[in-house]
């Protein structure tokens, strides 16, 4: 199957066109920046999701699209309401049209657990009003569907805006973990690489046109994650826990759930799980090791990142 992936340079993104890959499809990756993942057998494009031209000519001849593009970050997102909504939400829409003009077998969504909860802001919105504009397609042109809510990722590709990376770096960097809050916070974290294997197992036909979600196996109260974390660097680090309110940012405080992240709405999604899944413990330690070596300046192996010239631009 042919399939294009907006938003493939990123992180959960990127791991799913390797996904995809591996897999068997063809795979051209579509974002505002050259990718430093793609593969010698996928096809990159640099390009805007809201210029309707180029990502016409993007999908011309496709048969499944993968939307990870537009503002991913709740923090980021409130910060930026009118970026968020220019770019999500009508970002998701053009693509939405050029799959309708396209014929496309199946439209995979990434949204969010956040859809089902009284936190996330403008970025909450941002995916509800999309998981409707998507249902409306398919109510008003027959677009197949496939809705992912990805729960709390980690794993390699991340960065500072992801919490557990935050966290791994701060223990390598500075010798201590600071919590914003009390560590009771419950979370099941899934490993970006598990995530996309998922994600790609959705092209089966018995999830058309369902809402899905993709989470953790392993339930972890965050106190219990930080002293695992401890563990792993031989007790040498300290881990403090403070009060939100002594926050320098809303970003550091924001807890956005204690327990779960779900409030009633009417719309059920079927949660997907594997049985071949990366121990969070291994992937901690993965992510760990590479942080060190990234603070150390030690040289890891790394993708061949193809030059500019080489990669069509719209």
Do not use: E, K, P
């Given at each position: 199957m042919r399939v294009v992936v907006f938003g493939g340079a990123g992180f959960l993104g990127s791991h799913v066109a390797d996904a995809l890959s591996e897999a068997g499809h063809k795979v051209t990756v579509f974002d505002v920046k050259p990718s430093p993942y793609l593969r010698a057998d996928q096809q990159g494009v640099v390009g805007d999701i809201l210029d309707a031209?180029?990502?016409a000519a993007a999908v011309q001849g496709c048969e499944a699209i993968y939307?990870?593009?537009g503002i991913a970050e709740i923090e980021d997102a409130n910060a930026r309401p009118l970026d968020t909504v220019r770019?999500?939400?009508?970002?998701?829409?053009l693509l939405l049209e050029a799959a309708r003009k396209e014929s496309v077998k199946r439209f995979v969504f990434a949204s969010t657990l956040y859809v089902y909860s009284d936190a996330g802001g403008f970025y909450r919105s941002s995916k509800q009003a999309c998981e409707l504009l998507i249902e409306n397609y398919r109510e008003a042109y027959g677009l197949p569907y496939t809705i992912l809510r990805y729960g709390s990722l980690y794993g390699d590709r991340t960065d500072q805006r992801n919490w557990?990376?935050?966290?791994l770096r701060q223990a390598v960097t500075d010798g201590r973990i600071v919590r914003y809050g009390d560590g009771e916070e419950i979370r099941e974290y899934i490993h970006?690489?598990?995530a996309a294997r998922y994600s790609?197992?959705?092209?089966?036909?018995e999830y058309?046109?369902?809402?899905?979600?993709?989470s953790g196996h392993q339930a972890i109260k965050i106190k219990d994650l930080l002293t695992m974390i401890r563990e792993m660097m031989g007790g040498r680090i300290a881990v403090e826990y403070r009060s939100p309110e002594d926050a320098r940012s809303p970003f550091e405080a924001k807890l956005h759930y204690e327990v779960t992240p779900y409030s009633f709405k009417p719309k059920i999604a079927h949660k997907l799980v594997g049985h071949d899944y990366l121990d969070l413990g291994q992937g901690l330690?993965?992510?760990l090791e590479d942080i060190y070596k990234e603070h150390h300046r030690y040289t890891a192996e790394a993708g061949v990142l193809v030059a500019e010239a080489d990669r069509p631009h719209c």
């Open positions: 031209g180029c990502v939307n990870f593009a770019f999500n939400i009508l970002g998701n829409t557990v990376y935050r966290i970006a690489r598990d790609v197992a959705v092209l089966s036909d058309a046109d369902q809402h899905v979600i993709i330690l993965t992510l």
